[in-house]
């Protein structure tokens, strides 16, 4: 299943892929951006194990939809709107990298999501305690590997085919501001 390092690497594929660069021109705050927007539905993990110490019990639930993409991208954009350390970005850009959390959970994993939350609700049912959490996000990072080859993979790609230059997407990004 996908892990904050396997969704952080499709919102990466993503960003690449992105046709208008409009995002900060600082390096290092566009990828914090693509870490926190790509891992945003799970905050319900940091939720369910704060409030009741287990993170499965809100999992998959209302994070994990459609509604939940649209409306923290809309967010997303005005925060960064409004703030000048947020970078600057398309409401477009902010949705995709949010909702291909949503899917690649769906697609690649056997728990359902809450794509069409509110018309319905899935939770993702057992206990994980914070020593579950941590554990698996730290020694079950191997398991997103193939996401990792396929993402790396789609950027050459992408690379070659638009005839842009190999390293990474940021530079492509601060320089087309
Ligand atoms: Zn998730």
Same mark, same amino acid.
């Given at each position: 299943?996908?892990?904050?390092?396997?969704?952080?690497?499709?919102?990466?594929?993503?960003?690449?892929?992105? *046709? &208008?660069? @409009?995002?900060?021109?600082?390096?290092?705050?566009? $990828?914090?951006?693509?870490? =926190?927007?790509?891992? #945003?539905?799970?905050?319900?993990?940091?939720?369910?194990?704060?409030?009741?110490?287990?993170?499965?019990?809100?999992?998959?639930?209302?994070?994990?939809?459609?509604?939940?993409?649209?409306?923290?991208?809309?967010?997303?954009?005005?925060?960064?709107?409004?703030?000048?350390?947020? *970078? &600057?970005? @398309?409401?477009?850009?902010?949705?995709?990298?949010? $909702?291909?959390?949503?899917? =690649?959970?769906?697609? #690649?994993?056997?728990?359902?999501?809450?794509?069409?939350?509110?018309?319905?609700?899935?939770?993702?049912?057992?206990?994980?305690?914070?020593?579950?959490?941590?554990?698996?996000?730290?020694?079950?990072?191997?398991?997103?590997?193939?996401?990792?080859?396929?993402?790396?993979?789609?950027?050459?790609?992408?690379?070659?085919?638009?005839?842009?230059?190999?390293?990474?997407?940021?530079?492509?990004?601060?320089?087309?501001?």
């Amino acid at each position: 299943m996908p892990l904050p390092l396997g969704h952080t690497a499709i919102g990466l594929a993503i960003t690449d892929i992105y *046709p &208008k660069g @409009s995002l900060n021109d600082n390096p290092w705050k566009t $990828f914090v951006f693509i870490v =926190a927007l790509s891992n #945003l539905p799970d905050i319900d993990v940091i939720m369910g194990l704060m409030l009741y110490g287990n993170g499965d019990i809100f999992h998959r639930g209302p994070t994990h939809s459609l509604l939940f993409g649209l409306i923290m991208a809309l967010i997303a954009t005005r925060i960064g709107n409004w703030w000048s350390k947020i *970078p &600057k970005v @398309s409401f477009l850009w902010c949705f995709l990298v949010i $909702f291909s959390h949503v899917l =690649a959970d769906a697609v #690649l994993t056997t728990v359902p999501v809450s794509l069409w939350w509110p018309l319905e609700l899935h939770f993702s049912v057992g206990y994980s305690g914070w020593v579950d959490v941590i554990n698996f996000i730290i020694f079950g990072a191997f398991r997103d590997v193939g996401i990792i080859v396929t993402v790396a993979t789609v950027i050459v790609l992408n690379r070659i085919i638009r005839h842009k230059p190999l390293p990474f997407a940021f530079s492509r990004l601060s320089k087309d501001r």
